[in-house]
């Protein structure tokens, strides 16, 4: 009799932490799947004088300039940046910046 209680109670504990760990990744697939699209991911990264380097470069951006090896972002904005940060630091590190 307890070994069953203990069997309920363990799938009632199972099915919550399941339905929750499925929203996790569901949330961070759309997550990457929101870099990939708005980043060119097989470009050269981006600086900026004031916040060092950024990230990729944003796809249709007209603020980065091609300046060589990397590229220079003029712009004020950089909300995508700080939105994307995490993944843009794992991007910054995989091509060795």
Not at 27 to 39: D, S
Not at 78 to 90: D, E, G, K, N
Request: with cysteine.
């Amino acid at each position: 009799m307890n070994k069953k209680l203990v069997v309920i109670t363990h799938m009632k504990i199972r099915i919550p932490f399941r339905s929750l760990s499925m929203a996790c990744g569901v949330l961070l697939a759309c997550y990457l799947a929101a870099f990939v699209w708005r980043f060119e991911i097989f470009s050269v990264p981006v600086r900026n004088s004031e916040h060092g380097c950024l990230g990729p470069v944003i796809r249709g951006d007209s603020h980065s300039v091609d300046i060589g090896k990397v590229y220079y972002y003029e712009g004020m904005d950089i909300s995508l940046y700080r939105t994307f940060r995490p993944l843009c630091s794992v991007w910054l590190r995989v091509m060795g910046f």
